[in-house]
């Protein structure tokens, strides 16, 4: 589905793809992550020579939001260096599901033209959680 982004949101997704460390995939992510009171918290991944110890986009801002107190995720927003759509890995599928209101939007907002978005629901069908 097609969605819009802020302007101020897309553009600092732009600009902290710079502020991304990727020297081993040279893939630049940065996520933002809106809150259930309307404040926005961004993240860009973080690469490591111990490969699996890098930390994507999106968990970053989780971390950030979860950090200063938020507790539920009402939209997610993700961009990159690579031309066209990217979606969260599945490890940060079930990262935003574990915050996620219901109908949570997750927006992959490319360099130029229309963001699409999908639900957390449909990018993570029965997802694990606890309390749902
Ligand atoms: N990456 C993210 O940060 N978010 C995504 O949604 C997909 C992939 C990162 C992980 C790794 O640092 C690089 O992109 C290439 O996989």
Request: contains cysteine; negative net charge; glycine residues 10%.
């Given at each position: 589905?097609?969605?819009?982004?802020?302007p101020?949101?897309?553009?600092?997704?732009?600009?902290?793809?710079a502020?991304?460390h990727?020297?081993?995939?040279?893939?630049?992510?940065?996520?933002?992550?809106?809150?259930?009171?309307?404040?926005v918290?961004?993240?860009v991944?973080?690469?490591?020579?111990?490969y699996?110890?890098?930390?994507c986009?999106?968990?970053?801002?989780?971390?950030?939001a979860?950090t200063s107190?938020?507790?539920?995720?009402?939209?997610?927003?993700?961009?990159?260096?690579?031309?066209?759509?990217?979606?969260?890995?599945?490890?940060c599928?079930?990262k935003?599901?574990?915050?996620?209101?219901?109908?949570?939007?997750?927006?992959?907002?490319?360099?130029?033209?229309e963001?699409?978005?999908?639900?957390?629901?449909?990018l993570?069908?029965?997802?694990?959680r606890?309390?749902r």
């Amino acid at each position: 589905m097609t969605a819009s982004t802020p302007p101020a949101v897309a553009a600092e997704l732009r600009r902290l793809l710079a502020n991304s460390h990727a020297p081993y995939s040279g893939v630049h992510v940065s996520a933002a992550v809106e809150c259930e009171d309307g404040a926005v918290h961004y993240g860009v991944n973080v690469e490591n020579a111990a490969y699996p110890q890098g930390v994507c986009a999106e968990a970053s801002a989780i971390s950030g939001a979860i950090t200063s107190g938020r507790k539920g995720i009402r939209r997610v927003w993700v961009a990159s260096s690579l031309p066209g759509f990217i979606w969260p890995c599945g490890g940060c599928r079930q990262k935003i599901w574990e915050f996620a209101e219901p109908g949570c939007e997750v927006v992959s907002v490319p360099e130029t033209g229309e963001a699409q978005s999908h639900t957390i629901e449909a990018l993570l069908p029965l997802g694990f959680r606890l309390d749902r």
